[in-house]
């Protein structure tokens, strides 16, 4: 079925470490890779997003990284700073065109 | 320009009620979803719908349903609520269907059943 698994489920990081959240996917036709994340008490916001036409994407202190063949996507936030804090989540396109979700990572950046 | 608009922004109802919620697309956008979050099964899809018709729908009971109308405003209704139907329903919008189009979230509404 179409299943998408985030790991951690909780995440504490020390201001300026990196963070590393990673997902795996079921469907290997699935071709678009979302990370949203979502402050408390907001609406989940895009941050990056792959395609599967490419292995690693990079925005400023953020990247994403997709390896098909293993069927995972991870998100990497490098230099965390206390704003970072927040639940992200990553998700994946299944053969019927539904963006399925993973269960969300709590990221915690300590000062 | 005016992102995806939800409203009421906050309920309460009691059991066996129904409620409708409303949510207004990004202008130009004509696909509009709806997710259902709660703390312990992150974020749920409910149904996707485009031009009007209803193209995607994910594991929820017949209580659940939704429309959308002409100008891509969509509403959801839920009849005879249950207490597990309190959560935070999340509406998106995109410009097209499928294809890995980039959704954008409105603020949400939040609906407690007692």
Known sequence: GENVEQHPSTLSVQEGDSAVIKCTYSD????????????LGKRPQLIIDIRS??????????????????????????????EDSAVYFCAAIFGNEKLTFGTGTRLTIIP | KAGVTQTPRYLIKTRGQQV??????????????????????????????FSETQRNKGNFPGRFSGRQFSNSRSEMNVS??????????LCASSTFSGGGNTIYFGEGSWLTVV
């Open chain 2, 20 to 49: 409708t919620l409303s949510c207004s697309p990004i202008s130009g956008h004509r696909s509009v979803s709806w997710y259902q979050q709660t703390p312990g099964q992150g974020l749920q899809f409910l149904f996707e719908y």
């Open chain 1, 28 to 39: 290997s036709a699935s071709n678009y890779f979302p990370w949203y994340k979502q402050e």
């Open chain 2, 80 to 89: 005879t609520l249950e207490l597990g139907d309190s959560a935070l329903y």
């Open chain 1, 53 to 82: 036409n490419v292995g690693e994407k990079k925005d400023q202190r953020i990247a994403v990284t997709l390896n098909k063949t293993a069927k995972h996507f991870s998100l990497h936030i490098t230099e965390t700073q206390p």
